[in-house]
């Protein structure tokens, strides 16, 4: 017999470590209401207070400010190695 590992989507796991980090419910009662092994509401509760500073941070906006500017660097690099790479076809055509 082979055990499955159980996956929650995102709503479901959200909703599970809000309702643990509330404080309302005690980690049993939360444990039989969802089904849900309490270390695994223990590892979402700890997922959810260590990324919600970040949800309200400017260091976000600069990390995706960054990566635009890498993106679009990249691209420019591509279009002219392209042009440079069809300027030789051409000339190695001439050649021969």
């Not at 419910?25 to 223990?42: M, S």
């Not at 960054?66 to 420019?76: F, G, M, N, P």
Request: glycine share 4%.
């Amino acid at each position: 017999m082979v055990n499955m590992r159980k996956s929650y989507d995102s709503k479901f796991r959200a909703k599970v470590a809000l309702e643990a980090v509330k404080g309302e419910k005690t980690l049993a009662e939360l444990c039989n209401e969802f089904g849900v092994h309490p270390n695994q509401i223990g590892r979402w509760r700890k997922q959810l207070l260590e990324t919600l500073p970040e949800l309200f941070s400017d260091r976000r906006k600069k990390k995706d400010k960054d990566t635009e500017e890498l993106v679009a660097e990249l691209y420019r690099q591509i279009g002219q190695l392209k042009v440079e790479l069809d300027w030789l076809k051409k000339k190695s055509q001439r050649l021969l």
